[in-house]
């Protein structure tokens, strides 16, 4: 079977593998009163395949929220109660207010044929192999009830999947897919620079290293506190700053995906992982003064999570790691993004916050740094990742 598969692989090499490459530049500000996003894109898309371009395929995920004829819509109404929970999440979302262009020319764009959270933009001239393109667009984004990984609880911000964003383009062609309740992601990998914009009392976790400087040594300070005391009650407040809002900006390399998580309530916690080659990561976690108890753990969960999986896949890859605690009335268990996760676990027990935060963590190595099709190959990292979460349990725990 090693051989086969080494065969395999060494046959795939020999037909020169690439990945198209995309660098993203987002403004973003929050609206806590009406929950909305105003945003604004700046993309370069770099060609690597062989082929010309015509037009590229770009998610409109939000837009999976609007009406009960989206994929999204169809699939949780099949539930048995899926009538119940459309019900529920009173505020739909959507996103418009595009007008994409290049190099100050707007672009024309198609509707997908079936799914109105997919668009074809029609580029100026054909995309040639090696060169790249610049495509911009202003969006707004209205955030729907919390449901299925994005949207807002109160003034409680999950944000996920809330840019206009280019589908793969790889060997086997375009992959542009709805978004789905049950079925995850496949996305370009690149870079990102993002400045959010929000009300100067909320506390904010995302994929990426926060560049603000004053913010970053704050929530360090505050993180470190609340860790050496130990306590899920007595917790450093933070500092709110003078002004009205305040600009966060987030960068981050060699990633498919960008999430962020506001609070006003956040209790922060922080400490430093030396990894085994020396290299020192920053350890986050964010969760509610009211949440799960068992949260004042949560740095130690994160760390004993990341070093087992790297000892057994590799180190981890990215300068920080973090999670999120999510809305009490959620039983999803979490979901993972680049960098952070959220973890939705209100009544979970000691040992099942430990399991639950490594699962979600331990995306990060084949979701995030190997970042198959999900769609088509679920158990490459669904069920590759829950072995090796069981395996972490039954280590750490003893269990027979």
Known sequence: ??????????????????????????NVALNDKDHTLKGALDLEYTNHSPDKLDFIWF???????????????????????????????????????LNFSANGQKLRTEAHPEYIDVVKVLLPAALAPGQKIKISTPFYVKLPTYNSRSGHDGQSYMVAQWYPK?????????????????GEFYSEFGKFKVNITVPS??????????????????YKEIGSKNVAAASPKNVMPYAVPASPTKTLTYTAENVHDFAWFANKNFVIRYDTMQLASGRVVDVFSYHHPDGNKHWVNSINYIESGARAYSDWLGEYAYPT??????????????????????????????????AVITHEVGHNWLYGMLATNEREHAWMDEGINTYLQFRYEAEKYKYN
């Open 59 to 97: 998610h409109l995920w939000p837009n999976a929220y609007k009406n009960e004829n989206t994929a999204f819509a169809k699939q949780i109404l099949r539930d048995k109660e899926g009538k119940k929970r459309w019900k529920e999440m009173k505020d739909k979302g959507f996103i418009d207010s």
């Open 201 to 218: 009392n909320y506390i904010v976790g995302a994929t990426g290293i926060l560049q603000n400087a004053d913010e970053l040594k704050q």
């Open 166 to 182: 280019p589908a793969v383009y790889d060997r086997k062609g375009w992959h542009p897919m709805p978004y789905l309740d049950q």
């Open 1 to 26: 079977m090693l051989a086969a598969c080494l065969f395999s692989l060494m046959g795939f090499a020999q037909e020169g593998y690439w990945q198209q490459e995309v660098s993203y530049a987002l």
């Open 321 to 354: 790691v973090q999670a999120v605690e999510g809305p009490k009335n959620d039983m999803s268990g979490g979901m993972e993004y680049p960098m952070i996760t959220l973890i939705t676990s209100p009544t979970a027990t000691v040992e099942m916050l430990d």
